[in-house]
């Protein structure tokens, strides 16, 4: 079956960085795109970037510049490089791959940045 574990979250201060993780398993890796999303407290869930099988990425405008998306076939692993943190980025981080039309989630990994 299908399993998405997220780590790396925690607690970081303004300006400082953080790097997602997100091991999966259960699928063939290489053959899907990845995405990390996210969810503010009283928010709805957004997406926040997406790595194609080929390496492409695009982003949301918010985390342009600050984010960087990569992926690991030889690992199964999807990454998420956070810099420039700011509070606004305080979230639930979630990563997600879209399977014959079915969304799967990870458990989520929680971010903070506050001083």
């Known amino acids: 079956q299908v399993q998405l574990v997220e780590s790396g979250g925690g607690l970081v201060q303004p300006g400082g960085s953080l790097r997602l993780s997100c091991a999966a398993s259960?699928?063939?890796?290489?053959?899907?795109?990845m995405s990390w999303y996210r969810q503010a407290p009283g928010k709805e869930r957004e997406s926040v970037a997406t790595?194609?099988?080929?390496?492409?990425?695009n982003y949301a405008d918010s985390v342009k510049g600050r984010f960087t998306i990569s992926r690991d076939n030889a690992k199964d692993t999807v990454y998420l490089q956070m810099n420039s943190l700011k509070p606004e980025d305080t979230a639930v981080y979630y990563c997600?791959?879209?399977?014959?039309?079915?969304?799967?989630w990870g458990q989520g990994t929680q971010v903070t940045v506050s001083s």
């Open positions: 997600k791959v879209v399977r014959f039309r079915i969304d799967y």
């Open positions: 790595v194609t099988i080929f390496g492409g990425t």
């Open positions: 259960g699928f063939t890796f290489r053959n899907y795109a």
